[in-house]
């Protein structure tokens, strides 16, 4: 991911510099155990413990070289190592799959836990600008047409709770990731007992894996990949709801618009919504990852390694784009602007056919049937103030007088009030107050 949508945080998880510490993490505790189990010479194992990680420097000019990234690391890391006879007992009985896979289980794990706390931030976010705005009315569209009225806080509040299940499911997610193995080659333990596995997993905090053939087969991985994905899509359904709301047309709604910010070359005038769009466009690049991901599930026999190269751009790519998304969606719904006068005067625009539905459900009730008489009525009602602009009540009366009908002019200011329509909603906002 280039450097403007990295985060310093997530940047550094995915860094070839942590990358290296990992490892020497994991080839330590290798080296410890093999000491304790009587494999190698107890003596080496405080040299390797002290010895710095390679730089990335000294390990891609190996690598040039080599043409092998764990060789050029062990070579880089065993020039640190003093006396560097002791480095001779590092990777012992492995193969490289133990280290990268054990590697980036610590990765995706370390990665994982920034994305949980940054969800944990835009649910409480999303959570309070909801219950704030509970009363705000605006008018629920279908189809990007009028419907009937709504609040604000109820939209927000969907946004809410998809958020909370996304970040739900990202913590399941993060079990399945949590997984390593050091198991040699194609995965036999040929020739490093079990017990090494089982106590580096230990140190860890990781589980070791039910089956290895050298590479943890990669389903966990697809299916983290995937909770990422869904996250970053309802960001971009956040997104997408001020995007419609700051139209010009409609200006219910307006990004932060900070002091000194431009919103475009050409016109002065302009406040674009440059936030929402790039959450947008972010989506998209985490979406694209899942597909080359999951195509790494299938390898040929034991092991190869078209997974290496599409995972080194993939999983990076997904996580910090995702941190980065979460950060300026909560950037966003912390700075919203919410016009509740605007919204108000568009519930209004229509002249009162957001409440046909309650309309056509009164004439029933008064006898008529509901497709033969009412509906018809209602619509061609509805019809003429859409090409007229004359008030629906007003085409309403005319219509019911043409079938011979007298309208309940009280009960009809009754059901034609907007807090009508959500007086229902308490129960959904109290639940919303309990999310966490």
């Not at 991911?1 to 080839?27: F, N």
């Amino acid at each position: 991911m280039i450097e403007r949508y990295t985060l310093p945080e997530m940047g550094r998880v995915w860094s070839d510099a942590h990358k290296y510490e990992l490892w020497c993490q994991v080839e330590t505790l290798v080296v410890e155990a093999h000491a304790e189990a009587g494999t190698i010479p107890p003596e080496v194992v405080e040299p390797i413990r002290k010895a710095p990680p390679p730089t990335p420097e000294a390990v891609h000019e190996i690598e040039a070289v080599t043409q092998h990234d764990v060789i050029a690391f062990l070579s880089a890391w065993a020039d640190n190592t003093e006396p560097r006879e002791a480095a001779r007992y590092v990777h012992f009985g492995m193969t490289s799959s133990d280290l990268l896979d054990t590697a980036l289980a610590l990765q995706l794990v370390e990665a994982t836990d920034i994305l949980l706390a940054k969800a944990d931030t835009l649910v409480a976010t999303l959570r309070d600008h909801a219950l704030e705005h509970r009363a705000t009315l605006r008018v629920g569209r279908t189809h990007g047409i009028h419907g009937e009225p709504d609040v604000w806080g109820h939209r927000v509040a969907d946004f809410a709770f998809a958020m909370a299940r996304s970040r739900d499911r990202l913590r399941r997610a993060r079990e399945g990731v949590g997984v390593m193995a050091i198991s040699g080659a194609v995965g036999t333990y040929s020739n490093i007992d079990p017990e090494i596995e089982r106590h580096v997993a230990r140190e860890l905090d990781l589980k070791g894996a039910d089956v290895s053939t050298q590479v943890v087969i990669r389903d966990g991985i697809s299916e983290w990949v995937s909770a990422l994905a869904i996250a970053a899509t309802v960001c971009e359904a956040i997104a997408l709801e001020v995007r419609h709301g700051q139209r010009t047309e409609v200006r219910e709604l307006w990004e932060p618009f900070g002091k000194g910010q431009k919103g475009s070359s050409a016109m002065p005038h302009k406040k674009n919504p440059i936030i929402s769009e790039r959450l947008a466009g972010m989506a998209r690049i985490v979406r694209a990852q899942i597909v080359p991901v999951m195509e790494g599930i299938p390898l040929w026999h034991e092991r190869d390694i078209s997974h290496s190269s599409t995972e080194r751009i993939a999983l990076p790519d997904a996580a910090i784009a995702l941190d980065y998304m979460l950060n300026l969606t909560n950037r966003l719904m912390s700075g919203l602007v919410v016009d509740a006068e605007r919204m108000r005067a568009n519930l209004d625009s229509t002249g009162g056919l957001i409440y046909t539905s309650t309309v056509l459900l009164e004439l029933v009730e008064a006898g008529m049937s509901r497709d033969d008489e009412a509906y018809p009525l209602v619509q061609k009602a509805a019809m003429e103030t859409w090409e007229t602009g004359v008030p629906f009540r007003e085409t309403l009366r005319v219509r019911a007088v043409e079938a011979g009908l007298a309208l309940d002019e009280a009960r009809l200011d009754e059901v034609c009030r907007p807090e009508r329509f959500v007086q229902r909603l308490d129960g959904m906002f109290d639940r919303l107050s309990a999310l966490t």
